[in-house]
């Protein structure tokens, strides 16, 4: 399955382009379904009401369905306290009613999430338009499962689980289960969900396409977003410039404002020469039903089919989380320079918004808002950071061999 994640800063009208992206692929004869955690634009746009436990038929080859969080929410609390159940009764805790629950902030991400996993295993689509949410939230939100699977191999180490088959021995003689059995049984489950959910997300397959408007500052909020997506190994594969007014008319108001976004699409196009740009045009009013998506639909198409990600190799659902090969790659420069190099992608980023520490086998990279955590190659833990620079959007990390750990010292490789 294909998957295009549409996003962009808030307000730039990703909702509608999402739907016309969507339609684009139903019309070149995929299976398509639009999913979408809001309620009102999508439902203006399709000129439909979108169901929650259903998809709803929009055009030919075309579905749709809205996430519902809340719902979500509901369901995985009350397994959780079905669960928890003995815990609960000996603590002498009072169940919560379906009926009293509300949402918790974050509940959205979690619900998009596994609706991206429970469409992946199904297998009914050709092509999945995700309506994300603004970009700062999306790229945190694709960050998630990994840095949750960090926190619970920090918290809970699998090897600490050695002493397991000793667990149902000593629940039966107290009596009731063992609070570490049910902790660490919760933990391979999470373990296991949250791993399928990084294979779709870092599958070949899988990438974000960005929605913005012609406007002045457009290229300087797109850096930190695109670097952050790239931070995070996310692949963008367009960038949709928005509402675009016709160029050449008589009113001198139309005009200056048709020279603005002419300003602007130049600058984007210098700031981002290796992404595909595709121009939106302004219909005049506010797009509403299959006829004005149409006229959108085409910019807003999924690439075709002699894009790179097409070439690739599917990603199985079920196989390792590095599918897509990783982006961060170890340059060996033993023999001429005496180190390593560390080469990490990152478009759009800006040397006053970089942070680097190093922490144990661990390195932290900041850029700008958004931070990831990484576990060193083997290689690099007996090396030293010795430096790093930015150059043509690409960081590299400097590692000198640590002659404690690296005895033989850089010679070693010749």
Known sequence: MRTVLVTGPGGAGRSTLAAA???AGARRGARVLLLTTESSAPETVLRSRLRADVATAIAPGLHARRIDSGDRFRQEFLAFQERAGAALDLLG???LDEDELTELPGSEAFALLHALRAEHSSGDRDLLVVDMPPAAETIRLLALPAQVRRYLRRLLPPERQAARALRPVLAQLAGVPMPAQKLYEAAER??????????VIEAPGTSVRLVTDAGPV??????DLRAGLALHGRRTDALLVNRLLPTGSA???LAALSGGQQTALKVLREEFPDLPLREVPHLGRDPQGIEDLAELAEPAAPAEPDDQAEQEEPADATGPVTARPDPW??????????????????PGARRDGLGLVRRGDEIVVTVGPFRRIRTLPSALRRCT????GLRDGVLDIRFTPDPALWPAGPERSS
């Open 93 to 95: 805790a009072s169940p």
């Open 21 to 23: 992206t969507a339609l």
């Open 251 to 253: 009113d001198p108001f």
């Open 329 to 346: 790659t170890v340059v060996d420069r033993l023999a001429t320079d005496g180190i390593l190099l560390w080469r990490v992608p990152l």
């Open 385 to 388: 950071v010795s430096g790093a």
């Open 190 to 199: 999470w373990e296991r969900e949250l791993a399928v959910v990084q294979r």
């Open 218 to 223: 457009a290229a300087a909020a797109l850096r």
